[in-house]
């Protein structure tokens, strides 16, 4: 059985999510890129959305995480936890403003990682948080 695509399935994941609470979304198309969705908000503002995932509990990589405007650039995380075929069962997914990410980087003998570990210990807020997106967060 060959290898799932787990970069598309996460990128259209993420737009479907999006577009259920009524946000406008589009995908990027390219394979080097910092962003892979764009996104209207209902005030009309627009947004970029990197999209960052892994098949196991593994670490993200983030060697191209970066953004010329990191006041409205969000990175989605999401792990589909060792059962990426089991389509019953959604990915725990996180949902960060870009700087509120950067403490979580960690460089590993010169790769550049989204630590799991730290996003576990101090994620909680941003799990399923699509309402940071939306502009809808107090």
Sequence with gaps: MPSPNTNLAAEFHALSC????????????????????????????????EVKSVAGPHDWRAGN???????SHF???ISYNNEIRVTQKPP??????????????????????VNRKAVLATGE????????IAGEAS
């Design 92 to 113: 725990s997914v996180w949902v960060f403003p870009y700087p509120d990410l950067m403490p979580l980087i960690r460089n590993y003998s010169g790769t550049r990682n």
């Design 65 to 71: 995480l970066e953004t010329t405007n990191p006041a």
């Design 125 to 132: 807020k941003y799990l399923d948080a699509w309402e940071l």
């Design 18 to 49: 999006l577009h259920r609470i009524g946000i406008d979304a589009f995908l990027t198309i390219g394979n080097k890129k910092a962003c892979d969705i764009v996104a209207i908000r209902s005030d009309r503002q627009s947004v970029s959305i």
């Design 75 to 77: 990175v989605v995380l």
